[in-house]
């Protein structure tokens, strides 16, 4: 017996209206955590800060009881690569943090993450940040004119290829995904050449486009919490992420608040907003 592939959810016009919705509240949400990810702060704190953004807006977090995890934003420092817990630890100077997080209105999620360098930045770390966030656009801009997902991750690989310096990692294990009245939905949205091409890129599709790189090697492990993911040679690791949709007109990053247009536009990509 045949099984045919995981189904895709194509969103309406109106839907992903909904989704952007949702992506601004994130994105403000990441803009005060952010802000607030100083030395000597915890990642505790940054959580709360981030869940009072949700709660003033009435969003929901898509993040918080998944699966049971504990808290709004996943918060990873220097090896851990994603999935990690807030918690009492006090960031220091250098650290390098990942807040990945998301919400909800009315039923339609948002998803998105950003890498933050606490204080005075190694020049490599900055250098695996700013190639992650890089790639991160890439894959975007190269979901403007795609016939397949699978393009995504080959303009990704083909940018992280080319970076001068110590070659950098993408992970294999942890990939992007479909997201709308789900969190995690299809397709699998891979972010290296895997000689799959993946689904055909159709309007209202939605998805999370979010390459993670690693200084070292891309074997990771997973601790004692069943969630936090951790480098095993314990080499620093970034992550960077938005929503983006394909409507009809084009694409619109639904988790940036100009729609994507500065991070675009050295691709010579112009996002397309839908109007209300």
Same mark, same amino acid.
């Not at 915890?42 to 981030?50: H, I, P, V």
């Not at 934003?73 to 220091?92: E, T």
């Not at 990704?156 to 992007?176: N, R």
């Not at 009809?248 to 907003?273: E, K, M, Y």
């Given at each position: 017996? $045949?099984?045919?592939?995981?189904?895709?959810?194509?969103?309406?016009? &109106?839907?992903?209206?909904?989704?952007?919705? &949702?992506?601004?509240?994130?994105?403000?949400? +990441?803009? #005060?955590?952010?802000?607030?990810?100083?030395?000597?702060?915890? %990642?505790?704190? +940054?959580?709360?800060?981030?869940? $009072?953004?949700?709660?003033?807006?009435?969003?929901?977090?898509?993040?918080?009881?998944?699966?049971?995890?504990? &808290?709004?934003?996943?918060?990873?420092?220097?090896?851990?690569?994603?999935?990690?817990?807030?918690?009492?630890?006090?960031?220091?100077?250098?650290?390098?943090?990942?807040?990945?997080?998301?919400?909800?209105?009315?039923?339609?999620?948002?998803?998105?993450?950003?890498?933050?360098?606490?204080?005075?930045?190694?020049?490599?770390?900055?250098?695996?940040?700013? %190639?992650?966030?890089?790639?991160?656009?890439?894959?975007? $801009?190269?979901?403007?004119?795609?016939?397949?997902?699978?393009?995504?991750?080959?303009?990704?690989?083909?940018?992280?290829?080319?970076?001068?310096?110590?070659? +950098?990692?993408?992970?294999?294990?942890?990939?992007?995904?479909?997201?709308?009245?789900?969190?995690?939905?299809?397709?699998?949205?891979?972010?290296?050449?895997?000689?799959?091409?993946?689904?055909?890129?159709?309007?209202?599709?939605?998805? @999370?486009?979010?390459?993670?790189?690693?200084?070292?090697?891309?074997? %990771?492990?997973?601790?004692?919490?069943?969630?936090?993911?951790? %480098? #095993?040679?314990?080499?620093?690791?970034?992550?960077?992420?938005?929503?983006? @949709?394909?409507?009809?007109?084009?694409?619109?990053?639904?988790?940036?608040?100009?729609?994507? $247009?500065?991070?675009?536009?050295?691709?010579?990509?112009?996002?397309?907003?839908?109007?209300?």
């Amino acid at each position: 017996m $045949a099984f045919g592939q995981p189904k895709i959810e194509y969103k309406s016009n &109106a839907q992903i209206l909904k989704m952007r919705e &949702a992506g601004l509240v994130l994105a403000e949400a +990441l803009d #005060t955590a952010v802000a607030a990810a100083q030395i000597g702060t915890t %990642t505790a704190e +940054l959580d709360r800060l981030f869940e $009072a953004v949700l709660n003033k807006h009435g969003a929901k977090s898509n993040f918080k009881g998944y699966y049971g995890f504990p &808290a709004t934003i996943c918060a990873s420092v220097n090896d851990q690569v994603v999935h990690g817990f807030p918690s009492d630890y006090v960031l220091a100077d250098g650290d390098v943090l990942k807040i990945d997080g998301g919400a909800i209105i009315e039923g339609w999620h948002a998803d998105s993450a950003r890498t933050v360098i606490i204080g005075t930045a190694d020049p490599e770390d900055q250098r695996l940040s700013d %190639t992650t966030q890089q790639a991160m656009w890439r894959g975007i $801009a190269a979901l403007a004119t795609a016939r397949f997902v699978g393009e995504i991750g080959e303009a990704i690989d083909d940018f992280v290829s080319s970076v001068e310096g110590a070659p +950098l990692g993408i992970l294999e294990d942890y990939v992007g995904h479909g997201i709308g009245t789900e969190m995690h939905q299809a397709p699998d949205v891979l972010n290296y050449r895997s000689g799959h091409r993946g689904p055909r890129v159709k309007p209202g599709m939605c998805l @999370a486009i979010e390459p993670m790189l690693v200084r070292g090697d891309i074997e %990771t492990k997973v601790l004692e919490d069943d969630w936090t993911v951790v %480098t #095993t040679d314990g080499s620093r690791a970034s992550q960077w992420e938005h929503s983006v @949709a394909v409507h009809l007109g084009g694409i619109w990053v639904l988790t940036a608040p100009d729609g994507g $247009a500065a991070g675009l536009a050295p691709f010579g990509v112009t996002p397309s907003p839908l109007q209300p």
